[in-house]
Structures are given as structure tokens and as C-alpha cells.
């Protein structure tokens, strides 16, 4: 069993930048690929990006790629998505999710899922 848990979302204006956590615990942390996604209101949940369980490889959806960055931390079980030049677009609701399956895109690849955290931007 793994635990996450996101931190960071909040209400910025488009142009800002954000930083959203996830935090791991419960198993062993770099035995998972993660994957950041986001989900608006009756809208199916969308991949926005993910990283290799070294870290070593990412993958990000194309209208965040140059904005936004995946990063991870497997010393301290931490994830984050770094996110820059923030659109009023990007609003929806952030997870974090956990794959032992690898990198991947699709959600039904994740084995675990945090509770999400809001992000709004505001034109």
C-alpha cells in the first residue's frame, strides 16, 4: 500500500507559477513510476505528466510541455510538478498517482491515488 498526498494547489493569476507535492509513504516509494493529472468538473480524469521510478525519464501532454516540470525526490518520497506560465486552462484539480507498472499515461496504470489538490487561475 502507498499513500499520497498533494499539497500546494491555490488560486494564482495566468502568467504565475505554482509547485504542487505529493507525498509518499506506506511502501517503498522508488518501486513506482508517478504521474501527475488533472480533472475538471464532468470531465474524465487527464494525464499531464509523469516520471520513470529513477527519475531518469519523463513524459508530459503537450499542452504543458515547456511549462510545466515533473521532478522527484526518492530520498524523502516526494513528487512535484513545477508549474510555470500558468492559463486560466490549467484550473482543475490536481492527483498524484503511483504505477508499478512504469511510465505511463493512461490512468488505469496507476495503482494509487491522492485525494487531489485545486488549482485555479484566474485571466
Known amino acids: 500500500q502507498l499513500q499520497l498526498v498533494e499539497s500546494g494547489g491555490g488560486l494564482v493569476q495566468a502568467g504565475d507559477s505554482l509547485r504542487l507535492s505529493c507525498a509518499a509513504s506506506?511502501?517503498?516509494?522508488?518501486?513506482?513510476?508517478m504521474g501527475w493529472f488533472r480533472q475538471t468538473p464532468g470531465k474524465e480524469r487527464r494525464f499531464v505528466a509523469a516520471?520513470?521510478?529513477?527519475?531518469?525519464?519523463?513524459d508530459y501532454e503537450d499542452s504543458v510541455k515547456g511549462r510545466f516540470t515533473i521532478s522527484r525526490d526518492n530520498a524523502n518520497n516526494m513528487v512535484y510538478l513545477r508549474m510555470n506560465s500558468l492559463k486560466p486552462e490549467d484550473t482543475a484539480v490536481y492527483y498524484c498517482?503511483?504505477?508499478?507498472?512504469?511510465?505511463?499515461?493512461?490512468?488505469?496504470?496507476?495503482?494509487?491515488w491522492g485525494q487531489g489538490t485545486q488549482v485555479t487561475v484566474s485571466a
Open positions: 506506506g511502501s517503498t516509494f522508488n518501486s513506482y513510476a
Open positions: 516520471i520513470t521510478k529513477s527519475g531518469g525519464i519523463t
Open positions: 498517482a503511483a504505477g508499478a507498472y512504469g511510465l505511463a499515461r493512461p490512468p488505469v496504470q496507476y495503482d494509487y
